[in-house]
């Protein structure tokens, strides 16, 4: 088969896409990926090896009526010349991971007779994928919760997140000699590929209180949108050249090595953080984003707070002394982390991978 991927706007959606490429061209398909031009899927995907084609889509402010106009003039414009590129490569299915490139790209796909799947990653469906959904031929879910965004529900198949190949055969040794590890502690914290203003703050400060214990190891990506988090970091008494134990980066490209390594995870409550935390058995300290839809985030938080599998720090109450204190009661308590990453990993969906691919096999045109 030749399958076309499709999604936009964050590493939330593009993770997952890149998980079942590996899938599927490892068991002989040809994948190719429909992305923006300057989305962060523009760099993931080629450097993943798949052939990327680019189209504009932007989504609306419902504050700004202006906006409107001019989505949709990108949305058919992106449509036309989608339906030329799928008139070259004839794939056999269309797979839409959200993000508005997701829009005319599946749109083409149903004008050119193309079967569209479409996946949602989190517990709130968004809404380029609320908008497929409505004629597409599967719709995978990771949360049962997400279905009620839906009229229609015969459709609808729980299949949970894939899972990065990378992620699952990571391991901790090897990792941690690859990263140039010592025996401490490491501590991953991140805020998404985009960066998170509150959380970069209070690392910022747990970075500053490390160094002068140098107790712990540290790789913080700190994301594109925060111009601020260095400056920080230096105030907080941070001098890179002196602690060579301390990484920070705008985004984490190997983050399966650097998962593997760790022992303790910092980060959002987003699907895919989640999903990767529980495959890998990590205990964790989650502060969900409250900006986002029906604050889903706390929701697939407490998901894994009820059963022990993580600490959740919401953000109104995220300070850096706060954060600090509470990976130093986790990792000082004998066995603790390990405990609640033992619980985290009783959780995992580990054959979303299978699932879904059984689902393209069965929609795609014969």
Same mark, same amino acid.
């Given at each position: 088969m030749r399958i076309v991927l499709s999604g936009g706007g964050t590493a939330g959606h593009i993770n997952p896409a890149l998980a079942l490429a590996d899938v599927l061209r490892e068991r002989g398909h040809e994948? $190719?990926?429909?992305?923006t031009p300057g989305g962060i899927e523009s760099r993931l995907v080629p450097a993943a090896g798949i052939p990327y084609k680019a189209f504009e889509a932007a989504g609306f402010n419902r504050?700004?009526?202006l906006t409107l106009p001019k989505a949709i003039m990108k949305i058919q414009r992106s449509t036309k010349l989608a339906r030329k590129w799928f008139s070259e490569v004839h794939p056999d299915c269309v797979v839409g991971f959200g993000g508005y490139v997701c829009i005319p790209v599946a749109r083409a796909a149903e004008q050119c007779g193309i079967p569209v799947v479409v996946h949602e990653q989190n517990s709130v469906m968004g809404m380029a994928n609320k908008y497929l959904a409505r004629r597409a031929r599967a719709v995978c879910l990771t949360y049962d919760h997400a279905a009620q965004a839906l009229s229609?529900? +015969?459709?609808? *198949?729980?299949?949970g997140n894939p899972v990065r190949v990378s992620v699952l055969q990571a391991e901790?040794?090897?990792?941690?000699?690859?990263?140039?590890?010592?025996?401490? =502690?490491? *501590?991953?914290?991140?805020?998404? +590929?985009?960066?998170? *203003?509150? $959380?970069?703050?209070?690392?910022?400060y747990m970075?500053?209180?490390? *160094?002068?214990?140098?107790?712990?190891q540290h790789i913080h990506g700190y994301g594109q949108h925060d111009e601020k988090f260095l400056d920080e970091v230096h105030a907080a008494g941070v001098k890179e050249e002196e602690n =060579?134990?301390?990484?920070?980066?705008?985004?984490?490209?190997?983050m399966p090595e650097c998962l593997a390594a760790a022992d303790l995870v910092i980060g959002r409550a987003g699907a895919?953080?989640?999903?990767?935390?529980?495959?890998t058995g990590k205990c964790s300290i989650?502060?969900?984003? =409250?900006?986002?839809?029906?604050?889903?985030?706390?929701?697939n938080a407490m998901a894994l707070v009820n059963r022990d599998a993580a600490v959740m720090i919401e953000e109104k109450d995220l300070t850096g002394e706060k954060l600090w204190e509470t990976v130093n009661t986790i990792l000082s308590e004998p066995g603790r982390a390990e405990e609640i990453g033992k619980n985290a990993k009783a959780m995992a969906v580990l054959d979303a991978n299978d699932r879904i691919y059984n689902i393209i096999c069965e929609k795609a045109k014969k």
């Amino acid at each position: 088969m030749r399958i076309v991927l499709s999604g936009g706007g964050t590493a939330g959606h593009i993770n997952p896409a890149l998980a079942l490429a590996d899938v599927l061209r490892e068991r002989g398909h040809e994948v $190719l990926f429909a992305g923006t031009p300057g989305g962060i899927e523009s760099r993931l995907v080629p450097a993943a090896g798949i052939p990327y084609k680019a189209f504009e889509a932007a989504g609306f402010n419902r504050n700004h009526p202006l906006t409107l106009p001019k989505a949709i003039m990108k949305i058919q414009r992106s449509t036309k010349l989608a339906r030329k590129w799928f008139s070259e490569v004839h794939p056999d299915c269309v797979v839409g991971f959200g993000g508005y490139v997701c829009i005319p790209v599946a749109r083409a796909a149903e004008q050119c007779g193309i079967p569209v799947v479409v996946h949602e990653q989190n517990s709130v469906m968004g809404m380029a994928n609320k908008y497929l959904a409505r004629r597409a031929r599967a719709v995978c879910l990771t949360y049962d919760h997400a279905a009620q965004a839906l009229s229609d529900k +015969s459709h609808v *198949v729980l299949t949970g997140n894939p899972v990065r190949v990378s992620v699952l055969q990571a391991e901790r040794e090897a990792a941690r000699k690859a990263l140039n590890l010592d025996d401490r =502690p490491l *501590v991953l914290s991140f805020g998404g +590929s985009l960066g998170a *203003v509150a $959380l970069n703050k209070a690392a910022a400060y747990m970075l500053g209180e490390s *160094v002068k214990e140098k107790k712990y190891q540290h790789i913080h990506g700190y994301g594109q949108h925060d111009e601020k988090f260095l400056d920080e970091v230096h105030a907080a008494g941070v001098k890179e050249e002196e602690n =060579p134990q301390i990484r920070m980066l705008e985004y984490i490209d190997n983050m399966p090595e650097c998962l593997a390594a760790a022992d303790l995870v910092i980060g959002r409550a987003g699907a895919i953080t989640l999903t990767e935390i529980e495959a890998t058995g990590k205990c964790s300290i989650l502060i969900p984003s =409250p900006n986002v839809a029906e604050n889903h985030q706390f929701h697939n938080a407490m998901a894994l707070v009820n059963r022990d599998a993580a600490v959740m720090i919401e953000e109104k109450d995220l300070t850096g002394e706060k954060l600090w204190e509470t990976v130093n009661t986790i990792l000082s308590e004998p066995g603790r982390a390990e405990e609640i990453g033992k619980n985290a990993k009783a959780m995992a969906v580990l054959d979303a991978n299978d699932r879904i691919y059984n689902i393209i096999c069965e929609k795609a045109k014969k």
